[in-house]
């Protein structure tokens, strides 16, 4: 390793090159992409949470759900429905014949 190499990686990542910078983030999206958690699936699409994933994983996780749960996520990027179909309060019981109950 140079000693210019070593330098940058005693720094503080914020007082790094911008070069320096992108080449760490791009070392740790790999690191996170070739990742396969062995974590147990606990439902749809959900998984426990895996203490061995890359950090850079679960901080990528961290700001998606962050960002979609605040209310600029939920309300202005997504289209927010909070009940999905129309209400119709008047049906006729003669519109669906027969009803089944469980």
């Known amino acids: ?17 911008q070069d320096f ?3 760490e983030l791009a070392a ?4 996170a992409l070739s990742y396969v958690s062995t ?3 606990k439902g749809v699409a959900t998984r426990e949470h895996d ?14 759900l962050g960002y979609y749960t ?9 289209i927010y429905s909070p009940m999905h179909g129309s209400y119709e309060g008047e049906l006729l019981y003669s519109d669906f014949n027969r ?4």
């Open 21 to 23: 910078q992108i080449a």
């Open 1 to 17: 390793m140079s000693s210019a190499h070593k330098r940058v990686r005693d720094a503080s990542f914020f007082q790094a090159s």
């Open 51 to 64: 203490p061995n994933a890359p950090f850079f994983t679960r901080l990528k996780e961290l700001v998606v």
């Open 28 to 31: 740790e999206e790999a690191a």
């Open 70 to 78: 605040s209310e600029i996520g939920c309300k202005q990027e997504q």
């Open 39 to 41: 974590a147990p699936v």
């Open 99 to 102: 009803r089944f109950s469980s």
